[in-house]
């Protein structure tokens, strides 16, 4: 069936830099239609009712955006989101690893990963860079669970063979054998993708790493995503067990980890030989305000990033991060880059939730904008709900003052319905 939706229409054209309200490359279409095809793809944008051969759905007066890309998250760390008083090393411990052990078990990842994706499209994400665990299970299921439901998703097994409990620990043979049979079944199939999963450098030795850099090279489109330069004792530790590289960063670029496909979340502790290196490759940031905030880890220099060329997306890291809604995400990005005297405009937080996430790992003209010919996930949202909001809404002067009202105050409870590729996955219960 061809679907028409009446709503206003937000999206992007180019990028509208970082703290400029009346930026250019904003598209805002008040009181549009969106057509989308058979195909699941968006055929138009029209300010004209279309003819009854379409179905025609009224969000009038709701904001209607392409769905957000979460470019950092772990499906299995939804059960240990909110847990108290740890920083990194010991939150993986404490809290982490016991999680991500019970997913040894087929049943209880089958069971996480539809939770996890089902989440995700309750809180207007449609497409994501995701870790599974050490199991090659759980990233069968991630990957059954998406191709099910016709989301973008990017995941693959998590690479650990040292520095982790024994359970929880792989070895280069057995990893290179099931990252290339999980490789062979879902690697572009649907709208999948294989993502090269190296943990962080502390939990890979030289051989694992070396490993995955010849996947990586050995694999056509495929990603490769890692943390790197999170947390002050673990950029020490990183030093202490690989003396010879120059950088935390520099460990994953000998071992040809670095390209234009690779997603390293955090990079708070980075210098500018660092952000250099990663210009030239065309790797990015997935800078995660909130788990940053929340495990204490530092505060991400989004001027220095883009200073050097370095393309950043926004990510909620949960389970370090506390919400998987990207509106407290990009809320927590504003106030994170305010203690450094930045002002994000709501424009600049959008963009790298959609377009700019959607670029940055070369899916462009799939996902992240409401262009004729993208896929048609899409989020319909009030702009406020509650009394608080709803006033600070009616009183907003301009379009940026509204957006900004609608991001910094809102959250999941703000979405109608999800979209991927066309068809309804989520609607908000009615009352
Ligand atoms: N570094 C290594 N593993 C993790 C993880 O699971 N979460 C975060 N935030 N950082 C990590
Ligand atoms: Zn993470």
Known sequence: MKT????????????PGLDDPAACGVRWRADHWLLIGEDGRIVAVQPETPGDDWQRIDHRGRLLLPGFIDSHVHAPQL?????????????????????????????EAARCANDFLDALLAHGTTAAAVFAT?????????????????????????????HAP?????????????CRALVQRWHGRGRLAYAVTPRFAATSSDAQLAMAGRLLAETPGAYLQTHVAENLDEVRWVRQIFPDARSYLDVYARHGL????????????????DRRSLAAAGAHIAFCPSSNLFLGSGLFDWRAARASGVAVSLASDVGGGTSLSMLR???????????????????ALLHA?????????????????????????VTIWDWACGPV?????????????????????????????????????FQRMAG
């Not at 989101?81 to 049943?107: C, H, K, M, N, V």
């Not at 670095?258 to 030989?273: E, F, K, M, Q, T």
């Not at 959607?358 to 996902?367: F, H, K, P």
């Not at 907003?396 to 979405?415: C, I, Q, T």
């Open 4 to 15: 028409a939706i009446h709503a206003d229409l937000l999206d992007f054209t180019a990028d």
């Open 79 to 107: 059960d240990v989101i909110a847990s108290w008083g740890t920083q990194l090393l010991d939150w993986l411990q404490t809290y982490t690893f016991p999680a991500e052990a019970r997913l040894a078990d087929g049943a």
């Open 134 to 162: 050490v199991h090659a299970g759980s990233a069968d299921a991630l990957f059954e669970g998406a191709l099910a439901r016709g989301m973008r998703v990017l995941t693959g097994k998590v690479l650990m063979d040292r």
């Open 166 to 178: 024994p359970d929880l620990c792989d070895d280069v043979d057995t990893a290179l054998a099931e």
């Open 258 to 273: 670095l390209g234009p496909r690779s997603v390293l979340a955090h990079g708070i502790w980075l210098d500018d030989d």
């Open 329 to 347: 995400t990009l809320a927590d990005g504003y106030k994170v880059q305010a203690l450094a005297g930045l002002r994000l405009s709501a424009w």
């Open 353 to 377: 939730a959609t377009r700019g996430a959607a670029q940055a790992l070369e899916l462009g003209g799939e996902i992240g904008t409401l262009e004729p010919g993208a896929v048609a996930d």
């Open 389 to 425: 909001a709803k006033r600070r809404d009616a009183l907003a002067r301009g379009l940026h003052e509204r957006v900004f009202a609608w991001l910094m105050l809102g959250d999941e409870r703000n979405l109608v319905e999800c979209r991927v590729a066309g068809k309804a996955l």
